[in-house]
């Protein structure tokens, strides 16, 4: 692990700095349970001042963590991953109103409030692996407001409000800089984003293939040879049935397949209501016939099975997030700071990282107290 720990932290410029971040990555990796700082502290060192010092390291410590995950996405995907990037929500309940981005939010998945911070990532695909290479923090409206809020979380004066849809489309530009995949199919959840037609439009200008989950509301119109019918919601075209079905095995292999229905559509534009590019709505089809999911993309010369199976990966990445949660302490940063939330978020990723891609074997045994003095 000395070799990932000095390629990934080679920007830090103190050695402290570096030993530090050595120290936590060691023990995101070996500690149990609840990933605390005390805890991490007592499974690496056994100095009663090491608590404070990781604390310190990761909470006020002035290292950027852009470039930690700018250099973890250059190791990544020097392990050819596959041409997908999959954007994924993590969902961190906390208590009270002091922690940076902390707010009530609605989660789709578990169909709760929660008062929690909101972060999106961005997972590259390697085999059977998605692993986190780069974060945002989604700041409400209510905190870019209010001043005293700004201060105390320490926010940069540069942090201003975006949407989701703008948070996954800079994922998507940082992605575009940090890699060559030219031709890598952005796919991503953004069923509850009313304006996620602004996303579809940046990424038809930058010319990326996708496949994004729409809300329900968002206006279609059909398309194909004969049709002549007006606008109308994806939900009630997806009602209608359509005339392209592909039954797609999961991606374990061990679930019943999944039936498909899809159809070719457009996306008004202009106040003429002039029709846009072709797409293809598609959405799984349960048994009471009703849709799921409705997903469009791009990607029209491709079977239905094709994109089917890429929606699939969006599983697998909630399952990233849930195993990043559980086993790595994604949601246990005691920190309430702008700069703390990012660094914590670095330092989970590459703890992830190196486990799936190195294995728990390459953990080192020795004591990291020598490393980190």
């Known amino acids: 692990m000395d070799h990932y720990s000095r390629t990934i932290f ?23 349970g609840k990933k605390s700082v005390r805890r991490l502290a007592t499974a690496v060192s056994q100095d009663p001042s ?20 700018e250099e973890l996405t250059r ?21 009270g109103d002091r922690s940076v981005g902390v707010h009530r939010y609605f989660d789709p998945s578990s169909r709760r409030t929660l008062n929690c911070q909101l972060g999106l990532g961005a997972f590259l695909c390697v085999g059977s692996a998605q692993i986190p290479v780069d974060w945002f923090l989604h700041l409400p409206a209510v905190w870019m407001h209010d001043t ?7 926010i940069p004066d540069s942090e201003r409000y975006l949407p989701l849809w703008a948070h996954t489309l800079r994922l998507v530009d940082r992605l575009s800089e940090r890699t060559d995949a030219t031709s890598a199919i952005v796919l991503v959840d953004l069923s509850d984003e009313p304006d996620v037609g602004h996303l579809l439009r940046e990424l038809a200008h930058r010319r990326r293939d996708f496949v994004i ?16 019918a007006g ?25 019943p397949m999944t039936q498909l229905q899809s159809s070719l559509v457009r996306l008004p534009t202009g106040s003429q209501g002039r029709a846009g590019p072709l797409y293809r709505l598609f959405t799984e089809v349960a048994r009471d016939r009703a849709p799921g999911t409705l997903w469009l993309t791009n990607l029209t010369h491709h079977t239905v099975a094709e994109v089917g199976a890429i929606s699939g990966l969006q599983k697998g990445t909630m399952d990233v997030v849930a195993s990043l949660e559980q086993d790595f302490g994604l949601q246990d940063f005691e920190g309430r700071s702008f700069l703390g939330w990012y660094h914590h978020m670095a330092l989970v990723s590459a703890a992830y990282a190196f486990q799936r891609l190195h294995g728990r074997g390459s953990v080192p045994s020795h004591s990291t107290a020598r490393q980190a003095r």
């Open 10 to 32: 080679k920007s830090l410029r103190r050695i402290d700095q570096r030993n530090w971040a050595y120290a936590y990555l060691k023990g995101l990796l070996v500690t149990s």
């Open 213 to 228: 989950a729409i809300p329900p509301q968002l206006t279609v119109l059909q398309a194909g040879e004969g049709v002549a």
């Open 75 to 95: 190791w990544v995907a020097g392990h050819r991953p596959a041409p997908v990037w999959s954007i994924g929500r993590a969902v961190l309940p906390k208590r």
């Open 231 to 255: 606008p109308v919601s994806a939900r009630a075209l997806a009602l209608r049935g359509s005339q392209d079905m592909a039954v797609v095995p999961l991606a374990d292999g061990q679930q």
């Open 50 to 69: 090491a608590a404070q010092s990781l604390r310190q390291f990761v909470s006020l410590s002035p290292w950027d963590s852009e470039d930690v995950m």
């Open 148 to 154: 005293q809020r700004r201060r105390d979380a320490r």
